[in-house]
């Protein structure tokens, strides 16, 4: 056996040995055994000590369907958390729903994902599109007010951010109609507040967004300038308010790292760990000449997130492992986007922590799709259209991939340092190159 298989199988053993084992009743449960279940409630054992899911003897006893489990353990005063209604409401599974319900399960009772955020049914519902569980769970009494909490990293969104962002105009109109609030803000994981109407013009939901903000009325007047308007208004914050994914069939950019840093900080960074002896500071519309490894380290006006991007058209390309170089060194998240060069077959993001990835989409025309996440309680099968999957995610994070960006050039050219943009789009742009 190989050094590499010894290791594995090493951390395999010690994973199962500190993994935390389920309370007993839980697994008895699970297998319907009536008889050790009973046992185990005479005994004195804990009804509703949770798994670190959040899954109860009760929870798991109706998500395998051993109804005579869920009566004894009702009779005693058993409670659930929510797993089985909420896995039901998001495989659109109507009449598991009903089947659930009909057991006395709790409308709202509320479970806990991987990332450590509570949740209600009608959250998964309404951020999966299901109208139908909607008007059930709200048939039911399901709290449209009821918010998605907890973290890291920290969110505050309630059933109709979540269908906003999303995209999802039924839902919007089950969830107004039955009283949601339109002009209620959200908190995501960087502080942002922001309503529904927002979340979904962030998206490319443009049509929603005005839906909702119909609803919602008209907002705070807007604070007047402190100086004359500029003869460049119409160019002005062009991108201030992109969010998103941004592809189309002119993509120049075929891959950025974003990282929640200044660009002085992001540029330091980069110099040092490519071992640079060319950095530029603040040179928007400087000509400068291109090596193998030329890199533009930019922000553009109204975001937060600073871009790095390749400026060698046949050249290497920032990779993940550029994203958690420079993530781990400025100690933020870092985010790496890519895309096609038709910008129609094919996308990815990765976004990481450290090194730990807490969410990776790839997906390619033609292709299975490959995801996983340690934020969302999704699988690929969930995921009808990938690329609304990353352009919602980017959204969530505040944060806007512009794979436009160009023209890029060749080694020993001279390239103008714009990247295409105009000057009221970009805050500053750095000129990071290896000779």
Request: with cysteine; aromatic share 4%; glycine share 10%.
């Amino acid at each position: 056996m190989g050094e590499e298989l010894v290791v594995d199988e090493m951390i395999s053993r010690m994973s199962e040995e500190t993994a935390p084992k389920e309370p007993e009743i839980i697994v008895a449960a699970r297998r319907g055994d009536l008889g050790r279940v009973r046992q185990l409630v005479e005994d004195g054992a804990d009804l509703n000590a949770p798994t670190a899911t959040g899954e109860t003897a009760l929870t798991a006893a109706l998500t395998a369907g051993h109804d005579a489990v869920v009566r004894l353990l009702r009779s005693v005063g058993a409670r659930g958390a929510g797993p089985a209604l909420a896995r039901a409401a998001e495989r659109d599974d109507l009449d598991e729903v009903a089947r659930l319900l009909a057991t006395g399960e709790p409308v709202d009772a509320a479970a806990v994902d991987r990332s450590g955020r509570r949740f209600i049914p009608l959250h998964r519902a309404a951020f999966r599109g299901h109208s139908r569980i909607v008007r059930a769970l709200l048939d039911a009494g399901a709290s449209h007010s009821a918010r998605v909490g907890g973290g890291p990293p920290p969110w505050d969104r309630s059933a109709l951010h979540l269908a906003a962002a999303a995209g999802h105009l039924e839902v919007i109109e089950l969830l107004l109609d039955a009283g949601a609030d339109a002009t209620a803000l959200d908190l995501d994981a960087y502080g942002n507040r922001r309503t529904a109407a927002e979340l979904a013009r962030s998206a490319g939901h443009e049509t929603l967004a005005s839906t909702l903000e119909r609803v919602a009325g008209p907002g705070p007047p807007a604070p007047e300038p402190d100086g004359p308007a500029s003869s460049l208004e119409g160019t002005i914050g062009r991108y201030a308010s992109r969010r998103g994914l941004y592809l189309d069939e002119g993509v120049q950019t075929p891959a950025l790292v974003l990282l929640h840093a200044e660009v002085d900080e992001v540029a330091k960074a980069l110099q040092h760990l490519e071992g640079a002896r060319t950095w530029w500071r603040d040179v928007y519309g400087e000509t400068a000449e291109l090596t193998r490894r030329s890199f533009a380290v930019l922000r553009l006006a109204g975001h937060r997130w600073t871009l790095v991007s390749s400026l060698v058209a046949a050249g290497p390309h920032v990779e993940e492992h550029d994203a958690v170089r420079l993530g781990l060194a400025l100690d933020t998240p870092a985010l790496r986007t890519a895309a096609s060069s038709d910008g129609e077959t094919g996308a990815s993001y990765a976004y990481f922590h450290g090194e730990a990835c807490l969410e990776r989409m790839v997906w390619r025309q033609g292709h299975e799709l490959d995801y996983e996440s340690h934020l969302q309680d999704l699988t690929a099968d969930n995921i009808a259209d990938p690329r609304t999957r990353a352009d919602v995610f980017l959204a969530e994070l505040d944060a806007w991939a512009p794979h436009h960006l160009g023209p890029l050039g060749r080694p020993g050219e001279d390239l103008r340092l714009d990247l295409g943009l105009e000057p009221d789009d970009v805050e500053r742009l750095d000129f990071v190159a290896v000779w």
